[in-house]
């Protein structure tokens, strides 16, 4: 699928390294500033997405120019392995930086409820595989630098033998259903996480190949 608008040479594409965890933190913030994770503040998303970027079980890519993130797109090859992998690796980190957090009935429930995603995700008989998150900066949008980084996650799950992934999408964030609907996307049905109703999608990573 071509860019609408091209996106400058000298912004690459390359794999998430822990000098951009920082940035990426804010960029998921902002740009996802309904999100629970977004709630936990800067710190712990930075301490997340390096663990992130540290597991076999994901595929972690930043677009950057001059040494800014402009965007990030987030994969799991297995939801249920990264997920083992990061409490069991990670969670000593973590539990410091949510414990006073935890002290909030509301908020406990929403990190038990994350705890408990893949299984609530296994029952539904979709992909373990997923596509994670994903946001760009504001400057950088409307060139292409969604689809493109999309595109690149799905060639790099396909080289770690991944045949198909799920994406989830809030149904009230129009601009991102729009895109995976113009992307051709099937939609396989809708689920309710931390309040938020969402649409499910799933592609296969070959999906690019036959556009």
């Known amino acids: 699928m071509a860019d609408l608008v091209p996106v400058a040479d000298d912004i690459k594409i390359i794999t998430l390294l822990p000098e951009h965890a920082e940035q990426v933190a804010k960029?998921?913030?902002s740009g996802i500033a309904t999100g629970f994770i977004s709630s936990l503040g800067t710190d712990f998303v930075k301490a997340l997405y390096c663990a992130i970027a540290e597991s076999r079980y994901s595929v972690c890519l930043v677009a950057v120019q001059d040494n800014k993130?402009?965007?990030f797109a987030v994969f799991t090859t297995n939801l249920h392995d990264l997920y083992r992998s990061l409490i069991f690796r990670r969670g000593l980190k973590f539990f410091p930086m949510l414990f006073c957090r935890m002290l909030s009935?509301?908020?406990a429930k929403k990190i038990f409820e994350t705890l408990f995603y893949p299984a609530r995700i296994k029952k539904?008989?979709?992909p373990q595989a997923e596509f994670l998150?994903?946001?760009i900066a504001d400057e950088a949008r409307g060139k292409g630098l969604a689809t493109r980084l999309v595109r690149r996650g799905f060639e790099e799950c396909a080289k770690l033998g991944v045949k198909e992934l799920k994406i989830f999408a809030a149904v009230d964030i129009q601009a991102i259903n729009n895109m995976y609907k113009k992307l051709s996307f099937q939609l396989a049905g809708q689920m309710e996480n931390h309040g938020v109703v969402s649409?499910?999608?799933v592609a296969r990573t070959d999906h690019f190949e036959h556009r």
Do not use: C, D, E, R
């Open 124 to 126: 539904m008989n979709l």
């Open 199 to 201: 649409n499910v999608y």
């Open 27 to 29: 960029l998921h913030i």
């Open 69 to 71: 993130v402009l965007g």
């Open 105 to 107: 009935v509301g908020t």
């Open 133 to 135: 998150s994903m946001a």
